[in-house]
Each structure stands twice: as C-alpha cells, then as structure tokens.
C-alpha cells in the first residue's frame, strides 16, 4: 500500500486490452491497500502523472502492528476496508 505525499497519479483499468482512465489521486490518498485486504492480485494500475513521492507500506509492517497492538491492527484494517 503507498500514501502519496505529493504529485499526481492517474488510476487506469484495463478491459479487453485497452486501458480506461479511472480517476485521479492527489497527496495524502492511498492506492494498493487492496493487495493488504484481499491478498489478492491487482485490479487496477497506477501511472504517475508527476514527480511523485509516496511512502510504503508492506504486508511486514501490517503483521508487525499485529503482533504489537491488536486494537490497532483491527483500526487499521477497519478503516482501509
């Protein structure tokens, strides 16, 4: 999962190989929390439209909260469902 600190990225999906333009995300949203919920493969692709910078945030350091505060963990996940 990453939150955009700054720039710009636009959501695409592809249908039948063509690309759609879903929407656009600006600093502070998230993308990719889906992969943290789900453990599923991607739905959709994000394309920077600027320079970007974003922080990560992997599986390891949802489990690490896990594994340190519960109540956190479930707020967590609760809030990015």
């Given at each position: 999962?990453?939150?955009?600190?700054?720039?710009?990225?636009?959501?695409?999906?592809?249908?039948?190989?063509?690309?759609?333009?879903?929407?656009?995300?600006?600093?502070?949203?998230?993308?990719?929390?889906?992969?943290?919920?789900?453990?599923?493969?991607?739905?959709?692709?994000?394309?920077?439209?600027?320079?970007?910078?974003?922080?990560?945030?992997?599986?390891?350091?949802?489990?690490?909260?896990?594994?340190?505060?519960?109540k956190q963990?479930?707020?967590?996940?609760?809030?990015?469902?």
């Amino acid at each position: 999962m990453f939150v955009l600190l700054n720039g710009q990225v636009e959501v695409q999906k592809s249908w039948q190989g063509k690309s759609y333009q879903i929407s656009y995300l600006m600093a502070n949203d998230c993308f990719g929390e889906m992969a943290i919920i789900d453990h599923c493969t991607r739905s959709a692709s994000v394309l920077a439209q600027d320079t970007c910078e974003a922080i990560e945030f992997n599986v390891e350091c949802f489990n690490q909260v896990y594994q340190q505060d519960l109540k956190q963990y479930t707020l967590l996940q609760m809030n990015l469902g």
